[in-house]
């Protein structure tokens, strides 16, 4: 049965979500000027905010995440020199080749394990020696929550066990912390503090944090310097955008803390899930928002059971051919999951579904 006159559960992603009120006041009061000339008061209070939450002496603010990742990237590295990241990392994966399109990097990648982390052997094994073959290797992209491993959470030992040994080797490493928020609230600790031996990371606003617009670029002032010059030259010099920063602030200020609520109501979500009968669950990866979950009825893809939950008013993305991505934010409540839930086991069961049709994300 369709579900009708309901709010659509929407669990695709956590940039969905909407912004709040507070948020809409603030855009609308928001001082603003030109911020490409540095004038604008409320994206000039929303860098220096993220900048001191994040550890680092400055920061930028830039329309998108993918944004964020590529002005790094090709802040640290030149044409024909290495990068070395995971190979299931979202820069790798999910943009575009971007900083190889636009800034001609080679990724270099390694195996993601289990948790999001990379081995730290095999990376010291893939930093290049100096030798006219080689590129030159400048920097580690890291991935913290990581995405395409569950929203898995890298602990503050790992963090700086990997700055040190790009250091050590006279690398930087960038974090792309687009779900940075995720990790700190969930291993109880500043991001500052996360962040300390990383040299760079880009945070997300417009995701679990429900700014509209916005990420966060941060890192030492030249890198900053350097960053807002390529920002220009990608086109992400906007003027009068403490419109949109203004909801960033109540992002940083508002919004943190209660992700630890996202992340209780995703363990119920995976629990529950786990359970029935035609799914399956790696409970060890669901440490903070994601859940992604398994199909395991032989007859049934990830598409065809994302479509059908999508007739009873539930939306998730197929990720794989069984696999699938639940997301909770700001919009789901604990009475969400539990009609989630319930609306699983139906379609599981039924002996004839139509085909799934949509985009396999991964
Ligand atoms: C969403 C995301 C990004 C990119 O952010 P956009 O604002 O969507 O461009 C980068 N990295 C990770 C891990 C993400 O989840």
Sequence with gaps: MTRVNQAVIDMRSDT?????????????????????????PT???????????LGKEAAVF????????????????????????????????????????VGGVHPRTVPNLADGSLDL????????GNDEHFPVTRLIAIENTHNRRGGTVLSVEYMDALGALAHERGLLLHVDGA????????????????????????????????????????????????????RKQVGGGMRQAGVIAAAGIVALDEMVDRLAEDHARARV???GLDELDGVSVDLASVQTNLVYFDVT??????????????????????????????????????????????????????????????????
Aim: net charge negative; hydrophobic share 45%; aromatic share 4%.
């Design 16 to 40: 969905i979500t909407r912004p709040t009120d507070a948020m809409r006041e603030a855009m609308a009061r928001a001082e603003v000027g030109d911020d490409v000339y540095g004038e604008d």
């Design 43 to 53: 994206v000039n209070r929303l860098e220096a905010m993220a900048a001191e939450i």
């Design 62 to 101: 830039v329309p998108s995440g993918t944004m964020g990742n590529l002005i790094s990237v090709l802040s640290h590295c030149g044409r024909g020199e290495e990068m070395i990241l995971g190979d299931n990392a979202h820069i790798f994966y999910y943009e575009q080749g971007g900083s190889a399109a």
């Design 121 to 128: 052997a095999t990376v010291a094994a893939a930093i290049r």
């Design 179 to 230: 779900r940075i928020w995720n990790a700190a609230v969930a291993l109880g600790v500043t991001p500052a503090r996360l962040l300390e031996n990383a040299d760079t990371v880009s945070a997300c606003l417009s995701k679990g944090l429900a700014a509209p617009v916005g990420s966060v670029v941060a890192g030492d002032r030249d890198f900053i310097r350097r960053a807002r010059r390529m």
């Design 269 to 271: 979500l995976a629990a």
């Design 297 to 362: 009825r032989p007859d049934m893809t990830a598409l065809d059971l994302a479509t059908a939950l999508t007739r009873e008013g539930v939306r998730v993305i197929a990720t794989g051919p069984q696999r699938l991505r639940a997301v909770t934010h700001y919009h789901i409540s604990g009475e969400d999951i539990e009609t989630a839930l319930a609306a699983v086991p139906d379609v599981l069961a039924r002996d004839s579904f139509e085909k799934g049709d949509g985009i396999v994300y991964g």
